[in-house]
DNA sequence: ATGATAGTGTGAAATTTTTAACAAATACTT
DNA sequence: AAGTATTTGTTAAAAATTTCACACTATCAT
């Protein structure tokens, strides 16, 4: 399910530690507009919901980024977290499927700050097809091969209803792009050298009601 | 960092399991629109890119399902797992931030067709207030507490930017919320018997780009 | 300097999760 | 009715991940 990753000295990286090192980036820029410098494994562990020593080991992977008897310099730390995933550059981004969920990626800036440029938006739709969001004019979804090269795009972001992921894909992987977001809820199928990320919030809320099923039958509410 | 979860017999729960239970349900439901009705476990781990054996010690958390030599029915085995997690039921959904994402999960009828239904819809700011989206009047959100119980809620979405989300927690909290699904990159504090989910996205766009850019130094691409 | 305190990096231990293997159960064939 | 095919549920083994524990380094106070 979960894709191999491997880091220069050739170790296998869980794919829980990528998730953790995005929310300690997170974590690390909120204390940076705090006007703090310095903090320890502890102090972030605490605040990421974490053990101490699974942030030390998740930063091992990638070299020794910090100082004993003192602990992490802030802003040196995000960095070198960054720059081990590669996150010290621009990466163009296009993105299929000009929806609700399609808008809302497109008019959230928060990724820009990351890195992850949007650069083209592609729909179907003949409605769609010339709209402008987010400052970007809404190209149809078959030019996307052409597009991509021309965008110099390296990432495709799929929001398409289900049935139509596949088609979305296949213009990506037409137009030579190297890894695919879908958050389509459904497998689709791609060369074994493109990327393929799920992205899935309906287990966060299917986590939640058990949970809180759980709870119930402990009689926690009462 | 994860939830530790119990079936039962008040065994130990994946975090994993449940979220592959979740894709399993998706699966099923679109195996069964396209009128199949028995699936064996080895078929479904095709289609869902995990271990048969897995799906198999991930329903044994839950019950026997299958019947041996023939596999699993299908609408019996979605039900089963819908029930097992406390989906065979309507969830009220409460929404806090009616901004772009809020939006687009106020206009996605998945979650209604998953059994999560929004109620209500809050926002902070006078010029959304009384503004109706997706047939729901927003209200003002320090009105939470009173509408969380007239609603009969229990599970919050929120929606807001980080700086904001401590303070929608707290009338969630206020209202008496079970749970809590937070799309901002921050987490939030509540007391122990309250489920706070974390999604974020952001990771999947790490995680996508670490991969190419570790295909990129193995020469994938030329 | 010296000692006390704080806090990283890491090998080893503990725990969790995944995969393999196979006995038991069903259906189908002759 | 016996034999063969499948395919589950489950136990055991393997692999992966997390946590512990501590040597080692830096800083600060005296
Ligand atoms: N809206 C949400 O909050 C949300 C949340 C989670 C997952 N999703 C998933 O995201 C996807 C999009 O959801 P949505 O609510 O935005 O749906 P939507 O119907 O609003 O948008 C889908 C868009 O894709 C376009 N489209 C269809 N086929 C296409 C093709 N072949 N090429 C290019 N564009 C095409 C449509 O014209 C439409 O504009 C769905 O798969 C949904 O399940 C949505
Ligand atoms: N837009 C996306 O695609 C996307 C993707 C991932 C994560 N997120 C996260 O989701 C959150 C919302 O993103 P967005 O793009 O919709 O932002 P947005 O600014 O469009 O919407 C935020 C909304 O929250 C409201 N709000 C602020 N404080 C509030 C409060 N105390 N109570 C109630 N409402 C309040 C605002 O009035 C606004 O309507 C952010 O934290 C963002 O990081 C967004």
């Given at each position: 399910m979960n894709k191999v990753m491997f880091n220069?000295?050739?170790?296998?990286?869980p794919r829980a530690t990528i998730t953790r090192l995005a929310l300690y980036v997170q974590q690390l820029e909120a204390l940076e507009?705090?006007?703090e410098k310095v903090i320890s494994s502890e102090k972030l562990a605490q605040e990421c919901g974490v053990n101490p020593s699974q942030i030390r080991k998740d930063l091992a992977y990638f070299g020794?980024?910090?100082?004993?008897?003192?602990?992490?310099?802030?802003?040196?730390?995000?960095e070198a977290i960054k720059k081990s995933l590669g996150l010290d550059?621009?990466?163009?981004?296009?993105?299929?499927?000009?929806?609700?969920l399609g808008r809302a990626l497109l008019r959230?800036?928060?990724l820009r700050k990351r890195g992850f440029v949007i650069v083209g938006a592609f729909d179907c739709d003949p409605f769609k097809i010339g709209e402008e969001v987010a400052g970007l004019e809404v190209f149809c979804?078959?030019?996307l091969p052409d597009k991509i090269q021309e965008l110099n795009a390296e990432?495709?972001?799929i929001t398409t209803p289900p049935e139509r992921a596949?088609?979305?894909?296949n213009y990506l992987i037409k137009g030579g792009i190297k890894g695919i977001v879908n958050f389509a809820p459904t497998r689709i199928s791609a060369p074994e050298n493109i990327v393929v990320e799920y992205v899935d919030f309906i287990n966060h809320l299917f986590s939640t009601a058990f949970q809180i099923s759980l709870n119930q039958s402990k009689g926690l509410y009462i």
């Open positions: 220069l000295k050739n170790e296998k990286i507009q705090k006007g020794e980024f910090g100082v004993r008897g003192v602990g992490y310099y802030i802003y040196e730390l995000k550059r621009v990466w163009n981004v296009v993105l299929v499927g000009v929806g609700n959230h800036n928060v979804s078959s030019t990432i495709g972001i596949q088609r979305a894909a």
